[in-house]
């Protein structure tokens, strides 16, 4: 008798709940009415400013419900209405916050992508007060739309201490991350404790090769190129040493900016180098870096030889930042002309000081670059060419990046200089050349790094628009959409850094970043197997906030967890081979 009376107890109280629930729904509807009727009654109200999502921002379908955002002028607004309008539609989604903020539930969330990828929609968001219900202070709105194209890919991305000085003193507090941007959870560390400075690094189209600078040895010029594996060793074997290019010359060779070719045959690189690589104070821009001086030079991994490449060898300029096309017949690549540093004697440190690059840092002369072709030709290079429309403009254009489809590049313009600068957009120009276009995706400050998808649909990129330390966005590239950007919700983190995609089954979309000045030291290293790009983004904090978070993890089949390094790793220097 007692247990049949604790059910009927438990089922009026369920029913209750229920009923409360239904109260507490209708009761948030009837509000989301009235703040609209009393927002249509102001004409002309304004005051409130939405940060995110930006105006015309396109969403991938995959992307978890992100975090809206705004700011406002006018104090008093305890309560804000969420509206979303598709299209023509005169039914609106109702939603209330309570904060300057608001996170779709993944149903609604759901809702929203499907419908605004039928008609664009239109979010408004109303202050109002709880104490006045027919009475809104503020009110503003953006549209955005969800794209039908998927990204297609995972990402991988790193996150570096700033300011730059900071990680020069200690590269083993840098680490990886991956995972897909379809997770509401950021991805987990999947590299960390790096003993040495890895820099530059690409894969060839297949994804069997790795190949980064690693600075080994105390030597910044150590390039390795080693077989992806489950669990990777680098060894002395797999070395090679770009000041092995022409030896005898007495000419510095650090090579910079190296990337391997689609086939995996060979790797281009800037040899003979000189560059301002200065760092600065604050967090917004540590480092200044760009190459003054240096010819591109190729390594035959068949033949295990050096050779320049005829057409971007010529020492009255500065030849840099080569790219391969995806079918590896042409190389683009930024091209000034030579400047010397008058630095002395066999200099060969690769961080200066401000006074030994005074005209540059201290008195602002600008060195602009442009973008130029040359055939590769199996290494007998040739005539090298302006691109047209990224060159001849007045301007710096730099960091050319192939779609894998191979129609388009995209491609850096800044006043001056070349990688991490302020004024730095995106250009997309056709891969033979022709009028270049401004992307709409570009944010107000520093917008670089960028890579493509694999797919050819998504562009990720690093911005400063909002803070000090970048973020990871995205844009679609096509000319016909409206391209904005979205900060993935979990990049909780602010990150930066270049942008490289992976060619391994077209499935990774990676991150990679500037060269740096590391203090070498030695221990073996181990990569994940489908993780195929090192380098990318800075990290704050310190102590418990290094730990990376347990919420989330990829399947087995995408990638293993970094095993713990033990050992030490000593070694005569490599050789040329």
Partial sequence: MASLRNQHAQALS???????????????????????????????????????????????????????????????????????????????????????????????????????????????????TRAQPDSVVSAGCVGFATSRDRVGAPLFYREVNLPFIEAVKDPSAIRWRFGPISSPQPPPVVLEHLPVCGNCHSFPRDGRVLAMDVDYGNNKASYIMTEVAEKMRLATNDLITWDSFHPGEGESTLGLLSQISPDGRYVVSTVKDQSVFVDRPGLEYSQLFFPVKGILAVYDRQSKTFLSLPGADDPRYVQSNPVWSPDGRTIVFARAPAHDLKLPGKFRSVLLAAEECREFVIEGRAFRYDLCRIPFNGGKGGAAEPLRGASGNGRSNFFPKFSPD????????????????????????????????????????????????????????????WRTRPRLFASTPETAAPTSTWPWPWVRKETSGRVRPSHRSRRCWATSARPSACTPKARPLMFPRTCFSIMGAPRSGTGS??????????????????????????????SSG
């Fill in 545 to 574: 906030s290094r730990k990376p978070p347990r919420a989330w993890r990829p399947p087995p089949a995408w990638i293993r967890a970094v095993r713990k390094r033990t050992t030490s790793w000593r070694s005569p220097r490599p």
């Fill in 406 to 465: 191979g129609r388009w590049i995209v491609f850096c313009r800044a006043n001056s200089y070349m990688l991490l600068q302020p004024d730095s957009e995106m250009w997309i120009v056709p891969a033979a050349g022709g009028t270049e276009r401004k992307l709409r995706g570009n944010t107000g400050r520093m917008n670089s790094w960028h890579s493509w998808s694999p797919n050819s649909r998504w562009l990720a990129f690093s911005s400063k628009a």
């Fill in 14 to 128: 369920l029913l209750l709940l229920s009923a409360l629930a239904f109260a507490g729904c209708k009761e948030k509807a009837d509000r989301g009415v009235a703040i609209w009727a009393a927002m249509q009654r102001q004409a002309g109200l304004a005051g409130l400013t939405i940060e995110y999502p930006l105006e015309g921002a396109v969403f991938p379908p995959e992307i978890p419900p992100p975090v809206f955002r705004w700011t406002e002028k006018q104090p008093g607004a305890d309560q804000w209405l969420v509206a979303v309008q598709f299209g023509a539609e005169t039914n609106r989604l109702f939603f209330l916050a309570t904060e300057r903020s608001w996170t779709q539930a993944p149903g609604d969330w759901e809702t929203i992508k499907r419908r605004s990828a039928e008609r664009p929609a239109r979010v408004t968001v109303i202050g109002a």
